[in-house]
């Protein structure tokens, strides 16, 4: 079968690249041809429209910072990477209007419309004007979006009937599949997102780092409050470590890095402990059984705390950030976390050799 992808490939993210990689190398290890497809922008909700200064306070968010001008040269090396290399690396921007066997929308936030993008809200993310035969998801996720907004915004009865025209429908999370019941009347499948469901061990790259290290992952405005800053160096410093942030400059850190995808997973797979506050942090700390602790925000809570519900990992919670290393120093049990990982990954190639034929 010709299959297409439509995900959040085209976004900067590290997270975003390696799950598109993750479903396209499953989906072609099953015998398919597979193509990316750009994401087509729709209406700018008034609520999350993109306003004339939307970039300059992003911008000034990220460099409002201590070093500025550090801060800007590790976006600016981040962004032309990937524009340069990682993106045609993955096969995003080949732009195509060919007919697909079918279409498979998903991982990632392919559902949130509660956000603001550049491609708003766009109903081809939910099936509309595919040139396809059929279309379903994989573990697609609504994020911040709620049943709540969608009534507010007056959009769950056209989203529920796009979906409704779903072949099959895979969601990531509780949240996801609540609001496709009440929109739809059926369950979906729920699925792990493609970074746990695929291996990969040919393509991860170790980093040639001597000595022992503390892997911050987080994004660009994050994760410098006070007394979080505090208690990660506190922690560090007391198990001797020296500190890692991946592609956003901290003055407190002891080195940024810019690594290729592949080998941010070799970092996180060297990694002594990991902090982060993101999804993908989350998922690449229990691919690899590290000891980890996760800062939950309000834009990611969904997602996150299903996550780790899912794999008995909610107590690596930081609810207060005094209890970082406690938490930091509570075991693993890791045999229970690759027994699901490894059940899911099964679970995987069933939904998608099933629904793709």
């Known amino acids: 079968m010709k299959v297409g992808i439509l995900s959040m490939q085209q976004i900067t993210n590290y997270g975003s690249f390696l799950q598109a990689y993750g479903l396209k190398s499953i989906i072609e290890g099953l015998g398919h041809e597979v193509e990316f497809i750009d994401i087509v922008p729709g209406e700018q909700l008034s609520q999350y429209r993109i306003g ?70 766009s109903t081809q993310l939910f099936g509309e004007g595919l040139n396809a035969d059929k279309v379903l998801s994989y573990a697609g996720c609504f994020g911040a979006t709620t049943l709540g907004i969608l009534k507010e915004l007056n959009l769950h009865n056209k989203i529920g009937g796009l979906l409704k025209q779903f072949s099959a429908i895979s969601v990531r999370d509780e949240n996801s599949a609540n609001i496709v019941v009440e929109l739809t009347g059926a369950r979906p499948s729920l699925n792990v997102d493609p970074v746990i469901a695929y291996g ?114 909610k107590q690596r919670i930081v609810g207060n950030i005094s209890k970082l290393a406690t938490i930091m120093e509570q075991p693993v049990g890791y045999d229970s976390v690759n027994a699901i990982i490894d059940v899911e990954k099964e679970c995987t190639i069933e939904y998608l050799k099933d629904n793709l034929q």
């Open 52 to 121: 004339r200064f939307h970039k300059f306070g992003l911008l000034w968010k990220r460099l409002f910072v201590k070093h500025p001008l550090r801060q800007l040269r590790c976006t600016l090396k981040l962004h032309k990477r990937f524009d340069k290399e990682f993106k045609p690396e993955l096969g995003v921007g080949v732009g195509n209007n060919s007919h697909f066997d079918a279409v498979v929308i998903g991982s990632d936030e392919v559902f949130n419309i509660a956000q603001t993008t550049w491609f708003g809200f």
């Open 200 to 313: 990969f061990e040919k393509e991860i790259r170790l980093p040639e780092h001597k000595g022992r290290y503390m892997l911050v992952y987080t994004y660009p405005g994050r994760m410098n409050k006070p007394d979080e800053v505090l208690a990660i160096k506190k922690y560090a410093r007391s198990k001797g470590l020296r500190i890692i942030s991946n592609a956003n400059y901290f003055d407190w850190v002891d080195e940024v890095i810019t690594p290729h995808p592949f080998e941010v997973l070799g970092y996180f797979r060297r990694a002594e402990c990991i902090v982060t506050d993101t999804f993908h942090g989350a998922v690449m700390s229990l691919k690899y059984n590290k000891p980890f602790s996760v800062i939950v925000r309000g834009m990611n809570s969904n997602k996150l705390t299903y996550l780790l519900e899912q794999f008995g990992l």
